[in-house]
């Protein structure tokens, strides 16, 4: 992020994914708060769903979720 707290333009649009609603909540807040548009979901399976919809800049995502192996984690959101 440049100085001034401004998000890049190029890269706004933050995929949260976490299993604990807790966690979810608190990084999404923080990141809005800087000026970043999240989107917060649950699992593995609801992410691949959600990046067919919308392909996000960024996905910031634990390594330990219900419904999500290593191969589906090791794929490049765009080729998913």
Do not use: F, W
Request: glycine share 6%.
């Amino acid at each position: 992020m440049p100085r001034g707290g401004q998000p890049n333009v190029e890269m706004e649009n933050i995929l949260v994914v976490d299993d604990e609603e807790a966690i979810r909540e608190v990084v999404s807040t923080m990141l809005e708060s800087k000026g970043y548009r999240c989107t917060a979901v649950q699992n593995g399976r609801v992410a691949q769903d959600q990046v067919k919809k919308a392909t996000p800049d960024l996905v910031l995502s634990d390594m330990i979720m219900p419904e999500m192996d290593d191969g589906a984690r090791s794929h490049s959101p765009r080729s998913l």
